[in-house]
């Protein structure tokens, strides 16, 4: 616990706590701001290999949203590691994923979910609030 093997996306929440893929462990790890550590969930489909690397970002209910790029999905967790959601490529309203590794939400009039994917795409998924 606390200790990393090959972290790779990072993000933060409103109360400062930052939440590290930690790929190497199939984990997402939390600290507090000033690294201590508070939690850890287990990411099934998280290995080390080429192309393989998980991304973060959370949404403004800070619902943590990871790419598992392995297994060509996006999955939702809450903060305890239980899975709320997945995003397979073909269940992607106007879009298509091969290979997810960057995510990143992006709020405004029109909230969204976009993905950067290794086939050289963007794919953006409207948001519900």
């Known amino acids: 616990v606390g200790k990393f093997m090959e972290p790779v996306g990072i993000t933060t929440d409103t109360a400062g706590h930052v939440y590290v893929c930690d790929n190497g462990n199939s984990r997402v790890q939390i600290f507090t701001r000033d690294g201590q550590f508070v939690s850890t969930f287990s990411v099934?489909?998280?290995e080390?290999?080429?192309y393989s690397e998980p991304y973060i970002t959370l949404d403004?209910?800070?619902t943590i949203w990871?790419?598992?790029p392995v297994a060509k999905e996006v999955r939702a967790y809450d903060k305890s590691g239980k899975l709320l959601r997945t995003i397979k490529s073909q269940s992607v309203p106007g879009g298509t994923f091969e290979t997810p590794m960057g995510i990143a939400y992006v709020g405004g009039a029109h909230p969204e979910l976009v993905i950067a994917d290794l086939e050289n795409r963007l794919v953006r998924i409207p948001y519900a609030q």
């Open 66 to 68: 990871v790419t598992v």
């Open 48 to 50: 080390s290999m080429v």
């Open 60 to 62: 403004p209910k800070e």
């Open 44 to 46: 099934p489909g998280w």
